[in-house]
């Protein structure tokens, strides 16, 4: 069975550009969920979808970002424009429908915003 | 306070000795405690569960949970160097929507000597 993927696995862009990230759950899984560490820091929930709906997006950041899930299938995460304290791994993960306690992570998407 | 805290180390310990790691968590209602084990550069790895006052045993690690304290730990027997990580303890916290959101401590760095 394929793991959570995530693409691109490194983005470098500059200041005021935009990106996107994108997350592929495990297949069957109703539950997708972004995460990010910014360096030194803990990871930070962003915001977690059933199916294409957002359930909670309590943590993101400022309405720079974007979270998309059509279909209810893969997911985007669009930064714009971004800006340096935007720098950081971001995290998917997805869970089963009903049992959202385990959550298996994606590799990660490392952005570098210059 | 931080919702989850945690001693980032490095803890260094001998190869064959016991290494602990600990955590605390500020949410009395939180229900669900997890350790993830993040290798430099890889996506955390769900290796402990625990719902439940007391001791749970897999394998070489044991997860130990007290609510009453507010206190998670996670016991690693006959360390490996291959154990040398970062652990990260995480916390369900329930919100308005009836599911759980997931909140991180920074993690501990475990060096393990040969």
């Known amino acids: 069975e394929a793991g959570v993927t995530q693409f691109p696995s490194h983005s470098v862009i500059e200041k005021g550009q935009t990106v996107t990230l994108r997350c592929d759950p495990i297949s069957g899984h109703d539950n997708l969920y972004w995460y990010r560490r910014v360096m030194g820091k803990e990871i930070k929930f962003l915001l977690h979808f059933v199916k294409e709906s957002k359930q909670d997006e309590s943590g993101m950041p400022n309405n720079r970002f974007l979270a998309e899930r059509t279909g209810g299938t893969y997911s985007t995460l669009k930064v714009q424009p971004a800006e340096l304290e935007d720098s950081g791994v971001y995290f998917c993960?997805?869970?089963?429908?009903?049992?959202?306690?385990?959550?298996?992570f994606g590799p990660g998407t490392r952005l570098t915003v210059l | 306070q931080k919702e989850v805290e945690q001693n980032s180390g490095p803890l260094s310990v001998p190869e064959g000795a016991i290494a602990s790691l600990n955590c605390t968590y500020s949410d009395r209602v939180s229900q669900s405690f997890f350790w993830y084990r993040q290798y430099s550069g890889k996506s955390p790895e769900l290796i402990m569960s625990?719902?439940?006052?007391g001791d749970k045993e897999d394998g070489r690690f044991t997860a130990q949970l007290n609510k009453a304290s507010q206190y998670v730990s996670l016991l690693i027997r006959d360390s490996q160097p291959s154990d040398s990580a970062t652990y990260l303890c995480a916390v369900n916290v329930p919100n308005s929507g009836g599911y759980q959101k997931v909140t991180f401590g920074t993690g501990t760095k475990l060096q393990v000597i040969p």
């Open positions: 625990i719902y439940s006052n």
């Open positions: 993960a997805s869970s089963i429908q009903g049992y959202t306690d385990t959550q298996y």
